[in-house]
């Protein structure tokens, strides 16, 4: 028998407003994503056809390696929140739950980190 309250019991068992910051990053990330690809992709159709070294010249100026970082960081960070809203919405096992989310997190990271570093490689003339 316990002489707590329902309130006191489920205290610290998570917040009901927790989603609402999950929500607003899903927003602002896609949001974000519509200028950036818009831009890349109008950047990338005026330079059909050029060779390596004019993509690469390109790149190395400030402002496209830039907008690209954040093209990266906006894409894999809004993908990574999708997906986790799928596992927590179909995956019922929680140690499956947990496990998936962690490797959704691990996976977005890498990825991301690894085109950055393609990126400033191009950039910075590697």
Do not use: C
Request: zero cysteines; aromatic letters at 8%.
């Amino acid at each position: 028998m316990s002489y707590r309250t329902p309130l006191g019991r489920v205290r610290g068992l998570g917040s009901a407003k927790e989603g609402t910051a999950h929500w607003w990053a899903q927003r602002l990330t896609a949001i974000a994503l519509v200028p950036l690809i818009l831009w890349f992709v109008i950047s990338i159709l005026s330079m059909v056809g050029a060779d390596h070294a004019a993509v690469k010249a390109w790149m190395a100026q400030p402002l496209p390696a830039v907008l690209t970082v954040l093209l990266i960081v906006a894409t894999f960070h809004h993908a990574q929140l999708g997906l986790q809203v799928v596992v927590e919405d179909y995956v019922h096992n929680e140690a499956a739950k947990l496990t998936l989310i962690i490797a959704i997190k691990f996976a977005a990271v890498a990825l991301a980190a690894l085109a950055v570093f393609a990126v400033l490689k191009l950039a910075f003339g590697g």
